[in-house]
């Protein structure tokens, strides 16, 4: 497996190094995501050309009698998730996930004590467990995210989703969301969009709180996703999830995953990373109107700042792609008046 | 490969015997394929315990204040095709479709003069043809279903569908669907479902038609499919289908594949062979209002009569489910006053 290569779109190089950040523990609070879509539909963006840019294009393909104007059956918007919806550093959110399970199953795997990349995870030896390479990032997957069925997962999701905080900023995970890009799909809802979510992450893993944090449904849920075994148990049905990767959603795999779930193409598509660049090749070299939109994470002081070296969600090669292919770039410290729904970090 | 293994849903002993029957070429008819929903939503149903147990099923999951009453996101009903919503006498319609193909390929591959399958297929000796065994089969499936992109694939099948015509009717393949079955989707929809199919039939095969025929958009279209890979070509992204089968959504394989492209358990399934059976069992074995039914092929008259022993759609180990899941199987001969629009065979 190269350097590019990616478990659940965690690329091995980013896994290894986040391995350096383990979560705290903080207090809890209730998540309140709703965009305000009263009078203006983008409220927490600032008047710039990116918050232009996104109310032309749907005027555009949405207003009775505009030469451009798009059926509602082919409205499709896809968002990549980690740092597009909601934010990954200091590293992804459902890796912080992995080794908090890794941590909460220890006691049931007495032999992890002695067997790498648990033994050294486990003792806070990161250089230890990376020295496994990617078997050992294979192990961690598996271990925390196969070998139950699909409802005994999703239950261990909620669990951990409705508790688990961020290290930095106390708040959970799904608190860590992007007020402007909630309105961004209430805006498009609105309008008459579906809005897909097309991430490197997990399927089942997002579709957990998809609904109830970014009002997407399961079925509007692209990902990754392991192999699952239909199986009777005790005269019952259950879906098995399986240790084997099935499909890597990222790079070229999100066209791919958009045509096998959605079976059209984009007319919008929203990203933040070099994984999502094909994604939006994909959607803006169709014929007739169309829209790509990258976040750049620029707000060191509210959020983040970085892009081209970042071991999460780098944005390279796509951030010099932008201007060929016509795609807005959003400055988050100059185009957001808001980051998240409390605040910012 | 065993004799139960398949291709895009053909098992390879139905695609073999299948050989036995090629297409003649009549007239070509316009398609109306609308149910009519006036009144009695469906019309085309005998008053008997079928059409009250579909009934009396949505009226439990809708009706306010039913105690059972299931919430609108939740309305999921699962559709095979073959044999559930279009007819699949003499042989699989996607069969059909790639020995056309074939039979049209051929002066761009002399070399298939000298080349089994096709070579005996060409000379229309199915019994040589079906000498090659599962070799033989995936060829003919690659040779006419992989090698180009996605939308070349869409235009070549739009072609045949709105001109091939089936060899017994005459009809339009498309119009070989079934008027009682039109009204089930219609009635649902109009209750607030979700409509779904989930066949072994190829996805992009079937999207090609599934929302006109069937009133199915595509991202509701769940099937078998090919592997896909993304490229550039004169710098213009593009999805080529590659000779590799992705997923065989049969059998246990559409439990898996609802849960992947759907992620919620349906409340309602139809199908028609042992091929629905899992899917059925995954749906009705869930908690609350369930519904399963089952077309069993009865009226060689006005259809064909097939079930246990039948190399296309066989109806076996699902037949003998039934009353155990209280599943409804419904009797064509009794229970459709009317099989096609246009009437019957």
Redesign the interface.
Known sequence: MDENKTFFGVSRRALLSAFAALPALPVLFPVSASADIAGDPLPSWNDTASKKAIVAFVERVTKQGSPDLVPE?ER?ATFDNDGTLWAEQPMYFQLAFALDRVRALAPLHPEWKDKEPFASLLEGDLKGARAGGEGAIFQIVTATHAGMT?VEFEKIVHDWITTAKHPQTGKLYSEMIYQPMLEVLAYLRGNGF?TFIVSGGG??FM?VFA?RVYGI???Q?VGS?GK????MRDG??I?MKLPEL?FNDD???K??QI??????RPIASFGNSDGDQ?ML??TT?GSGPRFGLLVHHTDAAREWAYDRKSAVGQLNTALDAASKWGWTVVDMKDDWQKIFPFGSK
């Open positions: 059956a499709i699909t579906q399927i089942d579709r609904e449904p399961p079925e849920v996703s699952l075994d239909f199986e019952k049905p879906l099935s790079k070229g795999g066209p791919v045509q096998m779930h959605i079976g059209r094909a090749e994909w070299s």
